[in-house]
């Protein structure tokens, strides 16, 4: 298995403008994360999913940040407008099942600069 | 509110010392643990994981961690570091059904030639 895509790998922005990040969650499993990693703040996670159902959006930090999954083997988490501190690695998980025991795979991240 | 902390944000070492990082969970029920690792520029990925069982657990490259329910505590620890250990490590906790991840603050570690 290819493991869990982001794509970008980079994005750097104007700030303002809309940015769209893609996950693609491992074949099969059932639970997706989004995570935020900065230095002030550490790995944040954003929002899950189960069967492709938003489970918990708390940490979304404000309106400006949505986060879809159409389907089982597609995410997306957008910010409309950019900010600067906006400024982050961004990383998608998936696991197999909702299961407090489940190990979470990583991608390799969506590293985005907005200036 | 639960929370994960790892006592130390920064550590320097030679090759073949020995290494531990702290880190204590504040929940009072049942936990899942885990350390993930993260090398320059790649994605974080599982080192060991603790469910239940033997508190000492081995996890990949040597390392090894101990649950102590007493202290909240799951200290990572591995004998002989080598370079290829420079790294961040996270201590992550999962407390819901969700397996929603609470991960520490991280330690960098740097290990010398």
């Known amino acids: 298995d290819a493991g869990v895509i982001q794509s970008p790998r980079h994005e750097v922005t104007e700030m303002g403008q809309e940015v769209t990040l893609r996950c693609k969650p491992i074949?099969?499993?059932?639970?997706l994360f989004w995570y935020r990693q900065t230095m002030m703040r550490g790995l944040e996670l954003l929002i899950y999913?189960?069967?492709?159902?938003?489970?918990?959006d708390s940490g979304m930090p404000e309106d400006r940040f949505s986060a879809k999954m159409p389907n089982a083997s597609f995410s997306t988490l957008k910010i409309q407008p950019s900010e600067p501190r906006d400024s982050a690695v961004y990383f998608c998980?998936?696991?197999?099942?909702?299961?407090?025991?489940?190990?979470?795979?990583f991608g390799a991240g969506t590293r985005l600069s907005v200036l | 509110a639960q929370s994960v902390s790892q006592h130390n944000h920064h550590v320097i070492l030679s090759e073949a010392a020995s290494l531990e990082l702290g880190c204590n969970y504040s929940?009072?029920?049942?936990?899942?643990l885990f350390w993930y690792v993260q090398y320059p520029g790649q994605h974080l990925q599982l080192l060991l994981k603790?469910?239940?069982?033997?508190?000492l657990v081995k996890g990949i490259k040597g390392f090894e961690a101990e649950f102590i329910k007493s202290k909240f505590s799951f200290n990572l620890r591995k004998p002989s570091v080598q370079w290829s250990d420079t790294a961040e490590y996270f201590c992550?906790?999962?407390?819901?059904?969700?397996?929603?991840?609470?991960f520490g603050s991280g330690t960098q570690v740097v290990v010398t030639p």
């Open positions: 992550a906790v999962t407390t819901d059904s969700w397996g929603k991840l609470q």
């Open positions: 998980a998936s696991s197999p099942n909702r299961e407090a025991k489940n190990i979470q795979y």
């Open positions: 929940y009072g029920g049942t936990v899942n």
């Open positions: 074949s099969g499993h059932n639970s």
């Open positions: 999913f189960n069967n492709n159902v938003p489970i918990d």
């Open positions: 603790y469910f239940s069982g033997d508190p």
